[in-house]
């Protein structure tokens, strides 16, 4: 019944609204793309530092770490400046800390070093799903400035470990629809993040029943759904990245027999 029904912007409910990634969008940074889902668009810097946190001090591995805020007029009225509100809010705290625990898992960080590279992901207008087009047009910064480090011959083999994006799913009149923009995402019964790897394997899933709780069968729906948008999500990254490094196997990208199970805190021992 879901792939059956057509929204208010047009779409089937197992389709994305369209998406842009056009990378180099700022100047200095080492990485940066403006990513576009339908009318939320977020630009994502990533900045690399020779130095990490205190806690990772001469351990030979590095950090990967994210920032997330939203213009005053991101939105239809002007919400004030979280600065001047005391600091970042509690939702704030939370979809940063998302974006960099998801980016940190496709990232070798004994093979990144002691550097540690900062994703600013910035909502410049949003129409729901700014925290999972910040993961998706995020993956893309990193690898841009991975790729740059590469370049520079500053890291001493392949780091980035495999794609990675994100996507909203969620159930609205009783039908499991892909990629909610704000109408739909504020009449959802259920609401749900899902972020995944190009090989399938989850990273987070974050969903939450609105009004009445949801059944297994559901679940399995939804996450269905999810992995049919991050699929098409991450042939876009593909794309994107294939024209900024000019060939499409990326050379930061490491070869699938070399991956080994990968834990951070065992590494930094």
Not at 41 to 57: G, Q
Not at 85 to 105: A, D, F, K, N, W
Not at 157 to 179: C, M
Not at 234 to 248: K, V
Request: with cysteine.
């Amino acid at each position: 019944m879901s792939e059956k029904r057509v929204r208010n912007d047009g779409r089937a409910a197992d389709e994305l609204r369209p998406v842009r990634i056009i990378s180099g969008f700022t100047r200095y940074a080492e990485g940066s793309v403006l990513i576009e889902a339908g009318s939320t668009r977020v630009l994502c810097t990533a900045s690399v530092e020779e130095k990490v946190p205190p806690f990772l001090k001469g351990k030979g591995v590095g950090w990967v770490t994210a920032e997330y805020s939203m213009l005053p007029r991101a939105t239809q009225t002007r919400t004030s400046r979280e600065l001047g509100r005391g600091g970042p809010s509690g939702r704030t705290h939370e979809i940063q800390r998302l974006i960099g625990r998801s980016l940190r898992s496709v990232v070798d960080m004994a093979a990144l070093g002691e550097r540690t590279i900062t994703i600013d992901c910035d909502v410049i207008q949003a129409d729901g799903g700014t925290r999972t087009a910040s993961i998706t047009g995020g993956f893309v910064a990193l690898a841009l400035a991975l790729g740059r480090l590469w370049r520079e011959e500053r890291l001493l083999r392949p780091t980035l470990r495999d794609y990675l994006a994100a996507v909203s799913v969620g159930i609205v009149d009783e039908l499991v629809l892909l990629d909610l923009d704000y109408g739909e995402d504020s009449a959802a019964e259920v609401d749900m993040n899902i972020i995944r790897t190009g090989r399938g394997l989850f990273v987070e899933l974050q969903g939450t029943a609105e009004t009445d709780p949801f059944s297994r069968q559901q679940l399995d729906e939804m996450v269905g759904m999810a992995g049919i948008g991050i699929d098409r999500l991450i042939a876009t990254q593909r794309e994107a990245l294939t024209r900024e490094f000019g060939q499409p196997e990326l050379p930061i990208l490491i070869a699938p027999d070399q991956l080994r199970k990968l834990n951070w805190k065992e590494d930094a021992l």
